[in-house]
Nanobody, 117 residues
């Protein structure tokens, strides 16, 4: 079974870049047809899909975040990462990494990121 674990700083200052990594175990990020996403949930709000990197390395981003978001991967470490630039307090949220493969759906436990000076 695929397991995902988010890691990264819990506190980021405004205007800086938020960087998170998702370490995957129990499966390879290059396995065909897997999609690896970042999703966040601001306090008191619903889930927001941010973007995805597919098994072949192709990426797609939410239009509302596209200008500030980059998702990359390190196949040697079986990890994929999120970078969100020019953060503001509105980017404070629990950030989740997610894997989808057909009907299967896996989630990390989530990591709280607070944007504050």
């Amino acid at each position: 079974q695929v397991q995902l674990q988010e890691s990264g700083p819990g506190l980021v200052k405004p205007s800086q870049t938020l960087s998170l990594t998702c370490t995957v175990s129990g499966g390879s990020i290059t396995t065909s047809y897997y999609a690896w996403s970042w999703i966040r949930q601001p306090p008191g709000k619903g889930l927001e899909w941010m973007g995805v990197i597919a098994y072949d390395g192709s990426t797609y981003y939410s239009p509302s975040l596209k200008s500030r978001t980059s998702i990359s991967r390190d196949t040697s470490k079986n990890q994929f990462s999120l970078q969100l630039s020019s953060v503001t307090p509105e980017d404070t949220a629990v950030y989740y990494c997610n894997a989808e493969w057909g009907a299967w759906d896996y989630w990390g436990q989530g990591t709280q990121v607070t944007v504050s000076s």
